[in-house]
């Protein structure tokens, strides 16, 4: 059964750090993988889709790795804002079903 | 742009009545799901639906039902509404295909539900 981690479960840097987030999942047969963000109270927004056969993908200040075979992805985010505080969460099309991860709460202090 | 509307983002019921909560997208997918979203469970599929008049129950349909009666609008029935169904409920729709490597989900903004 597809089990899909988030560490950390929360994660405070300053301003203008660049950060790494973490998504594992323990079956590497997966058709992709997505990262969301959700601020609060509110839904999810896509940020980034990663085919099977893909090793990442990049828009703006985020990049996104997948690594099937360590069952690993990493979302990159560069020169952190305090617009970029919300919870991050990854996602893998797994056996045709959505399998989610907890979320990662990212605090961005000004 | 493309867009997940949700008919409430509050609602407060009580215990006992029938609720309805609607989802309607305008990207002609074919798919669309609910989810409901509680701190530490993270999120948990409810039902999903790949065409007109069809669903498949998710990982936690009890107490719930669907209909599917156009394509663009899912709709998400708790027949008697019970304190332990007060939740955050997402509605996402995707293109076509169970399998599709190209399936990303676009998610609604979300109806916090209260049934007191």
């Known amino acids: 059964k597809q089990e899909v981690t988030q560490i950390p479960a929360a994660l405070s840097v300053p301003e203008g750090e660049n950060l790494v987030l973490n998504c594992s999942f323990t079956?590497?047969?997966?058709?992709?993988l997505q990262w969301f963000r959700q601020d609060p109270g509110k839904g999810l927004t896509s940020l980034l889709l990663?085919?099977?056969s893909q090793r990442e993908q990049t828009s703006g200040r985020l990049n996104a790795s997948l690594d099937k075979s360590s069952g690993r992805s990493t979302l990159y985010i560069a020169a952190s804002q305090p617009g970029d505080s919300a919870t991050y969460l990854c996602?893998?099309?797994?056996?045709?079903?959505?399998?989610w991860g907890a979320g990662t709460k990212l605090i961005i202090k000004p | 742009d493309v867009k997940v509307t949700q008919s409430s983002r509050y609602l407060v019921k009580r215990t006992g009545e029938k609720v309805f909560l609607e989802c309607v997208q305008d990207?002609?997918?074919?798919?669309m799901f609910w989810y409901r979203q509680d701190p530490g469970l993270g999120l948990r599929l409810i039902y999903f639906?790949?065409?007109?008049?069809?669903?498949e129950k998710g990982d936690i349909p009890e107490g719930y039902s669907v209909s599917r009666e156009k394509k663009e609008r899912f709709s998400l029935i708790l027949e008697s509404a019970s304190t332990n169904q007060t939740s955050m409920y997402l509605c996402?729709?995707?293109?076509?295909?169970?399998?599709?490597?190209?399936?990303?989900?676009?998610f609604g903004p979300g109806t916090r539900l209260t049934v007191l």
């Open positions: 996402a729709s995707t293109s076509a295909g169970q399998a599709s490597s190209y399936n990303e989900q676009f």
């Open positions: 079956d590497s047969a997966i058709y992709n």
């Open positions: 996602a893998v099309l797994s056996n045709y079903q959505l399998i």
């Open positions: 990207m002609d997918h074919e798919n």
């Open positions: 990663i085919q099977s």
């Open positions: 639906s790949y065409d007109v008049k069809m669903k």
